[in-house]
């Protein structure tokens, strides 16, 4: 997200005339309040229907083609991923009317931000409402607590996890609104997802080991490696990871949504084709345990984007980013696929790279790292920050922002492409 802090609000004093008439002093009453509907009580810009229309279309046909024609997935299983899909279908129209109803509130609250990548022209004027994944997030979790009501019985094996997962999500949420409103450093923000995890690391109680790859077995001795408390801290590290890497890929309109949304997709493609390849019904719930969470996800980043695409009428904030990585990584644990997840998470794992000089304190860190924007052109221009913004700008050219996230989202839908290249070809071999 491209953009600029508001100030802290400023007490506006209106000057007081001086009347003297019989050597008495009088002030002139105060100027009327403005009328409703002005300043911060303005409509923002309208959606790009059309735009999220098509993308859904392109992202989600395939998935549904796997799931409904060509895979036998028993009935059992269809079943409440269906319901699920009814409840994210609603989801996604209930965020698309809330955002608008929040962005007055939060800009009453003078939470909002200047679009940096905009600056020196019209629109880097105008005030854009700020941290509004909470919308997102609030409907996110709605939905899900509504389904635990539909599907899970009270005595499930799986209801720990479910609930040890919305904790998780929910704690960071919560702090990732913190970060919005009080605005914490790099070096706190590295460490709030930490404590979010928790929850999930304290319920867990799936298995701890690893399948070693077949190349490797003779010199290891053994197929299956138990790592016991070390998978723990792995697990950790990994939702420290997610959580993160998609806060630090951002910078320009419509890109922390939008590589959410092709991801989500990407998982959602990922489970149903392991569900319709397995015959393990354990193996099946926890793909399915996945489905739950990530079509809502998936849902609600939708409609989050049609308001946060170019031109973005909403900043999505920390709040947004923070709550989208931790739920995908908290399918990729409780699913049991945090391998396919991590290269799923290719463009991610680029741009941390390049970012390490910076996040640790090695080259100095900027609090934007954002490339440089020329209004004269409209076009933007790769700074030496390490960012895979950056990077693209500085390699490829200088481009348009609309441009820009575009090739990016390409990449992003690329790394998920090499994925499932890499394990139609690894089959039988690696594992």
């Known amino acids: 997200m491209a953009r600029k802090r508001a100030s802290e609000p400023t007490k506006i004093t209106t000057k007081e005339a001086i009347v003297t008439s019989d050597k008495e002093t009088k002030p002139l009453p105060p100027p009327p309040p403005p009328p409703r509907g002005t300043s911060n009580d303005q409509p923002i810009a309208p959606p790009k229907k059309g735009f999220i229309f098509k993308l859904s279309l392109l992202l989600i046909a ?51 931000g200047y ?60 702090l990732g609104f913190i970060d919005d409103v009080l605005d914490v450093p790099w070096r706190v923000k590295l460490l709030l997802p930490s404590i979010a995890a928790l929850p999930l690391l304290m319920a867990y109680a799936g298995h701890t080991t690893i399948i070693i790859p077949k190349p490797l077995v003779p010199y290891i001795g053994l197929k299956v490696l138990d790592l016991g ?6 697990m950790w590290f990994l939702a420290i990871f997610c959580t993160n890497c998609i806060n630090i890929h951002a910078g320009i309109n419509g890109l922390e949504a939008g590589q959410t949304v092709v991801i989500a997709s990407a998982i959602l493609i990922h489970n149903v084709m392991q569900i319709g390849a397995s015959a393990d019904p354990e193996y ?14 998936l849902a609600t980043s939708l409609a989050l984007l049609s308001y946060n695409w170019y031109p973005s009428s909403v900043f999505v904030g920390d709040t947004y980013t923070y709550f989208a990585g931790m739920t995908m990584a908290v399918v990729g644990i409780l699913g049991h696929f945090s391998e396919t997840l991590l290269i799923f ?51 490829l050219g200088r481009k348009t922002e609309n441009s820009l996230c575009v090739h990016l989202l390409l990449v992003q839908a690329l ?8 394990r139609y070809l690894l089959t039988g071999w690696y594992k």
């Open 284 to 297: 099946q719930q926890a793909h399915a345990f996945s489905v739950y969470l990530v079509q809502p996800l």
């Open 62 to 112: 395939p998935y549904f083609y796997l799931l409904l024609f060509h895979y036998q997935i028993q009935h059992d299983l269809i079943k409440p991923i269906l319901i699920n899909a009814g409840l994210s279908l609603a989801g996604f129209f209930l965020t698309f009317k809330m955002i608008p109803v929040a962005s007055k509130y939060v800009l009453r609250r003078n939470l909002f």
């Open 229 to 234: 408390f070390i998978y723990k801290i792995y």
């Open 115 to 174: 679009d940096i990548n905009k600056k020196g022209t019209p629109q880097g004027t105008v005030k854009v409402p700020e941290s509004l994944g909470i919308v997102v997030a609030v409907v996110f979790m709605v939905l899900t607590i509504v389904f635990q009501f539909l599907n899970f019985a009270p005595d499930s094996n799986w209801l720990v996890e479910y609930n040890a997962a919305l904790a998780s999500i929910c704690f960071m949420t919560l």
């Open 345 to 395: 998470f290719l463009a991610q794992v680029l741009n941390f790279l390049l970012s390490v000089p910076q996040l640790f304190g090695f080259k100095h860190c900027p609090r934007h790292r954002l490339p440089r924007f020329d209004p004269q052109t409209g076009l933007l221009t790769g700074t030496n920050d390490g960012t895979l913004v950056n990077f693209y700008l500085r390699m």
């Open 415 to 422: 790394g998920c492409c090499i994925c499932f290249g890499l």
